[in-house]
DNA sequence: CTAATTTCATAGTGATTGCTATGTAATTGT
DNA sequence: ACAATTACATAGCAATCACTATGAAATTAG
């Protein structure tokens, strides 16, 4: 008899030997380990020992390199809608941009995390073997990219901004912003530094206030 | 006797069988690869192939593979003085930091040179093993920071800028839009995308000019 | 209990890493 | 011609790479 087969989260597994380890804290381990060292300059044997479990239980738990990768990615990133919503929930589009600016800054400057964007940082180059890994890293920061520019031309049909407003590279230049905050977080800027750079970068939206 | 080692130069030198490649050429060729694949993802058999000679002839002319690259940076970045006397010689600090951006959205879109900036990708991240190698870049771009930090108050000084302007936040956000645009080059922006997003950036400078 | 299932730790796999030992080829100095 | 010097190509070094085969341990189902 042909039986379907079904996907047990971890939490409804009833048969079999447990997990002797906490998966969520395991990933978040790796998580630091690939925003702190990148995704081909971090070795399995990096990760076993940042995450406390032998190389063969990565790979059951997570499938190969890239996946546990990419599943670091998107806890790092969080849902895409909640960016959205956060955008959209912002009085203005110029808002929006200054609350993502600030939270880089201050994200980026972690006392308890690796300096710097996972994102920026740890696909920014990388041999043409995880060329596919850095389309996936590419992708979300276009994604957020393309959420404050949706962001921005509300705002210009709504008239808070001109109509000649550029929000193509009102957006991109918001990002470019972000992506140099976190080069110059791992360069060693403080905290104050990278906010001082955000209050600087909000000048070029003072046309639009 | 003891005889002083005298250091001569590939041109100078006289006996023993000669090179049998350009050791300039060779040397742009193992540039453009670091810039392609950054510094720690690429391996000795790609610069091999890229530079057409064999491992034994790249360690003999260039010592190892970290000596490579910060030659090959040194090559990509130039002379610090050249950078220093074209933004000292531009009319205004705004003006030196317009010419590098422009420079900067037209160098990181070539078409025949990899997409981005060698000293904002190829050491982006990376193993603690290549620490002193990521730390000689973020020198570098903390070099062309400070000319341009210098510049700037300079302009305050001569009354060009005002007396409360940041010297120091202005210089780096430019810096920063700089990072962004190499991130943004790679991901795939155009020229274009990347001389409007310069234009957006210096609409900062608004209020002083 | 036994059988079935899943995870565990040990110990590897072949491939690739940066780098080099070795002997030969090509040039100059005498 | 011959020694000295330098660069060449071949081949291979130990270490690390991502990944896995294997069998024992720990759990649930019946």
């Known amino acids: 008899m042909i039986v379907m087969e079904r996907k047990l989260s971890s939490a409804t ?3 079999g030997r447990p ?50 990768f990419l599943e670091a990615t998107r806890l790092y990133a969080g849902d895409l809608n909640t960016h959205q919503t956060a955008m959209n929930s912002a009085p203005t589009a110029r808002d929006a941009a200054y609350d993502l600016l600030v939270s880089a800054a201050t994200a980026f400057t972690g006392d308890t995390t690796p300096p710097g964007c996972l994102l920026a940082s740890a696909t920014a180059s990388g041999s043409s073997a995880s060329a596919d890994v850095q389309a996936a890293v590419a992708d979300i920061r276009r994604q957020i990219g393309n959420c404050l520019c949706a ?14 407003a550029d929000a193509k590279a ?6 470019a912003v972000v992506q140099g905050l976190s080069v110059l977080a791992r360069d060693g800027a403080s ?3 990278l906010l001082n750079i955000a209050e600087e970068a909000m000048k070029a939206w003072r046309p639009y206030t």
Chains 1, 2 share one sequence.
């Open 13 to 15: 597994r009833k048969v």
């Open 170 to 175: 009102l957006s991109q230049m918001t990002i």
């Open 191 to 193: 905290r104050d530094d």
């Open 19 to 68: 997990l002797s380890f906490d998966r969520d804290a395991a990933l978040e381990r790796a998580m630091l380990t690939f925003w702190r060292y990148g995704y081909e300059t971090t070795s399995i044997a990096d990760l076993t020992s940042a995450m406390g479990i032998t190389a063969p239980s990565i790979y059951a738990a997570y499938g190969d390199k890239k996946a546990l």
């Open 151 to 164: 962001r921005i031309q509300r705002d210009i049909v709504d008239g808070i901004l001109p109509a000649d």
